[in-house]
Nanobody, 125 residues
Framework: QAQLVESGGGSVQAGGSLRLSCGAS????????MGWFRQAPGKEREVVAT???????YYADSVKGRFTISQDNAKNTLFLGMNSLKPEDTAMYYC???????????????????WGQGTQVTVSS
């Protein structure tokens, strides 16, 4: 069973940058699709970016051009580089993974089976 642990969150001013990391264990092959989701207080959890089919990526419109999802398969680590951060990016960020249909794009939280505990990102204006 996959286990995910996020790190790298923090507090920054608008326009700043952060890099989130997600260390994965419990599986040993690349046939997983992984994603970053976020949830702000009072709002539903939403997709930020996903990586699937061994390298294809998807970004929510709100983060396109500012965020970059990547992975280091040798280290079983997923990253989210975040630049030009805005106050509306403030949320708890979660790493997620699923081995189901790893070659397909899925953006709903229900389509992911394993979740980390989350890391808080706070952007002040």
């Amino acid at each position: 069973q996959a286990q995910l642990v996020e790190s790298g969150g923090g507090s920054v001013q608008a326009g700043g940058s952060l890099r989130l990391s997600c260390g994965a264990s419990g599986y040993t092959n690349n046939n997983y699709r992984m994603g970053w989701f976020r949830q702000a207080p009072g709002k539903e959890r939403e997709v930020v970016a996903t990586i699937y089919n061994r390298g294809m990526t998807y970004y929510a419109d709100s983060v396109k051009g500012r965020f970059t999802i990547s992975q280091d398969n040798a280290k079983n680590t997923l990253f989210l580089g975040m630049n030009s951060l805005k106050p509306e990016d403030t949320a708890m960020y979660y790493c997620a993974a699923s081995g189901r249909a790893w070659w397909l794009l899925f953006v709903r939280p229900d389509d992911y089976d394993y979740w980390g505990q989350g890391t808080q990102v706070t952007v002040s204006s």
